[in-house]
Structure formats: structure tokens, C-alpha cells
């Protein structure tokens, strides 16, 4: 699975990480636990899901500073929510989390205005530093 999680903080550009609300969306609950304790343990806010129809409720009632989706297969049945999230706010990121790297979902997702497409499992280090930098770019576009 994942390598050992690390307790250092990993530092945004002017070294203090920007902590955040992170909705996170992932089917595999293995997954959705290992990422959640990640990111709780850096100090951001993380609600959590197995659906995107939960996902979709959650953000419909909820504020975030990033969306994190994960695409099972090639089929990314995630489009509408990312589609939904971009709508809501086309300044707030969206991290897509894949098993199945193809090139097609990576113009779509890209396309559709989603901030990085990153293949799982990442390390935990990678992770870090794809959060951090896109609640960075999140408070920079606020600014």
C-alpha cells in the first residue's frame, strides 16, 4: 500500500504549509482512511465519502478548500461532481486521484478544469506536497 506515514510537516513556499476543509471522495475505504489520517495528522479539516452522490451532498451544504476525487477506472463516474465543483467555485482546486492512468481522462478531468491528476497510490511525501500546493494556489487566487 502506502510507504509509512511520516509526522514532518510538509512546508508550502513560505514555510508554513496553508492548512484547509478537504472533501474527500474515494470508493476504496482502504484508501479513504490511509488519506484521511494523512491529512488530519498535518492539521486539515477532512470530511469524508464513498460516493459521489454523498460527495455531491456534501458539497451542495458545505464549504471547501479543496476536492479531492478519486477515478476508479476509466469510467469516471466523478465527472458531474467535478463538472458541479468547478461550477460552484472555479477558483478552488480539484485533485483527481487515479488507479488507471489514460491519457483521455487526464485531457477530460484537465479540460473540465481540475488542478492535478495524480496516479495512486502516491506517497505519502507526494500527497503532501500536491495538497500544499494546491491550497497554496488556493490562497493565491484569494489574494
Known sequence: MLEAITSRRV???HG???RGKILLVDGDA???QVYTSLLREQGHRVDCCTTFLEGAERLEHGWYDLIILSQGGRAFEGLRLLERAIELDR???VLI???SVDM???LDVMY???HDYVEKPPAPSEILKTV???LSYRVGVAA
Open 11 to 13: 512546508e508550502g513556499p
Open 16 to 18: 508554513v504549509a496553508p
Open 30 to 32: 482502504e484508501d479513504l
Open 91 to 93: 477558483h478552488r482546486p
Open 97 to 99: 486521484l487515479t488507479r
Open 104 to 106: 483521455r481522462s487526464y
Open 112 to 114: 473540465l478544469g481540475a
Open 132 to 134: 500544499s500546493s494546491c
